[in-house]
């Protein structure tokens, strides 16, 4: 983990508190149904390094509450995840929350309609297919925010 991924006072201040209708970042919301996914692989993972997470998930929290995306595109934790929740911030807003996988797996890279806000997620580019056998590799395995 490295400290100049962290987000600062400084990132969140310069990201505003204007409404924004996407909101593109390495981290997404920590969604309930994503903490689900990511508790099975907290063993992994020191109790320093999951303070280090909370620490950069709760300034990230922040920023996506001041600007009430209707959409968050992330890839962070290297899993695929799209869930529509509903979050409080100056009000109640709903968000559809991305996540995209791993570079090479299925729901990595897609192609987004800024009009609509259609997401067309494209997995059978035969530069990025890896081999189908995912046993090799954990999951979320990805501390809750690194």
């Not at 390094?49 to 990230?60: K, P, S, T």
């Not at 990595?108 to 059978?124: M, P, Y």
Request: net charge negative; with cysteine; glycine share 4%.
């Amino acid at each position: 983990m490295w400290e100049q991924e962290q987000i600062t006072e400084a990132d969140v201040a310069a990201l505003g508190t204007d409404h924004a209708d996407i909101l593109l970042a390495h981290d997404s919301p920590p969604t309930a149904s994503l903490h689900a996914r990511l508790a099975k692989n907290s063993a992994l993972w020191s109790s320093a390094d999951l303070a280090y997470a909370r620490q950069g998930q709760d300034m990230f929290m922040r920023a996506f509450l001041a600007t009430s995306p209707r959409l968050a595109v992330g890839g962070h934790y290297h899993l695929h995840h799209d869930v529509t929740e509903r979050f409080h911030g100056a009000q109640w807003f709903e968000s559809r929350v991305v996540i995209l996988d791993a570079d090479g797996e299925a729901n990595s890279f897609a192609i987004l309609d800024t009009w609509t806000l259609a997401i067309e997620f494209v997995n059978d580019d035969p530069r990025t297919a890896r081999p189908a056998a995912r046993s090799a590799r954990t999951e979320g395995c990805m501390a809750p925010s690194e």
